[in-house]
């Protein structure tokens, strides 16, 4: 799937300029049913990688320290942020008031039979459905889907057409990949959700981000 750029000095800009991949690219037209998405880091990395918000150049966030190794695709959705939107969802579902966004762009996990052997792409994808994560007293949810096209992923639908071994490690992943010894740190994932809700919580993202742009824009005036 490729956008046509119908603006002449965007398509000018971007060819000097590569765009910050949180706020220099949206998540394209036909989002939340299909959403572009920036990925940070694929199952065969054996380092954390995560785009530095300021420069939106890709850094090493830590090196794994154990056997963990993330199942699928994982990056997020440009021009999203989970915000106070994105947090009421959980508060209301949770009955706790103490929950905030977590200030970051939504994640996505994509599912694909191809061996995709880097970070730092755009892929289109189709959310499926997602988990409703809460690190600490932050909402962190993990958007699920599969990647446009995919010979084998696109047939899935729904959360509920995922074999079960493949969400459940996706959930040991998040419940561990911060793991050290002797360290308790206070994360859970709530629920597993399905299509309706993930495209809610996109939405809410997206609502998110503007209020967070305009913010940061009259700050600054």
Same mark, same amino acid.
């Given at each position: ?5 119908? !603006? ?8 000097? @300029? ?31 990688? /995560? ?8 850094? $090493?966030?830590?090196?794994? &320290? ?17 915000? !106070?939107?994105?947090?009421? &969802? ?8 103490? $929950? ?14 191809? /061996?995709?052997?880097?970070?730092? $792409?755009?892929? =289109? ?22 990647? =446009?096209?995919?010979?084998? @992923?696109?047939? @899935? &639908? ?5 074999? +079960? ?7 040991? =992943? ?18 597993? =959700? ?12 997206? +609502?998110? @981000?503007?209020?967070?742009? /305009?913010?940061?824009?009259?700050? !600054?005036?």
């Amino acid at each position: 799937m490729q956008e046509k750029i119908t !603006n002449p000095f965007a398509r000018l800009m971007g060819l000097r @300029y590569k765009s910050h991949p949180w706020h220099g690219i949206d998540a394209g037209a036909e989002a939340p049913g299909v959403v572009k998405s920036f990925i940070e880091i694929v199952p065969s990395d054996t380092v954390k990688y /995560e785009v530095d918000k300021e420069s939106g150049y890709l850094m $090493i966030d830590r090196p794994q &320290k154990f056997s963990n190794i993330i199942p699928s695709l994982y990056g997020f959705i440009p021009q999203t942020y989970c915000g !106070n939107t994105v947090a009421e &969802k959980s508060r209301s579902i949770l009955e706790r008031k103490d $929950i905030v966004g977590d200030g970051d762009p939504l994640d996505i996990l994509i599912l694909t039979e191809k /061996e995709i052997t880097h970070g730092d $792409i755009l892929v =289109y994808a189709k959310p499926i459905g997602g988990f409703r994560m809460i690190d600490g007293q932050a909402a962190d949810d993990k958007i699920i889907a599969v990647m =446009y096209n995919d010979a084998l @992923y696109s047939q @899935y &639908k729904s959360i509920n057409d995922v074999p +079960d071994p493949i969400v459940r490690r996706l959930e040991h =992943y998040f419940l561990t990949y911060k793991d050290m010894p002797g360290e308790h740190r206070d994360c859970e994932i709530t629920h597993v =959700y399905d299509l309706d809700e993930a495209h809610d919580l996109i939405r809410r993202s997206m +609502d998110d @981000y503007k209020n967070y742009v /305009e913010e940061l824009l009259f700050e !600054n005036r």
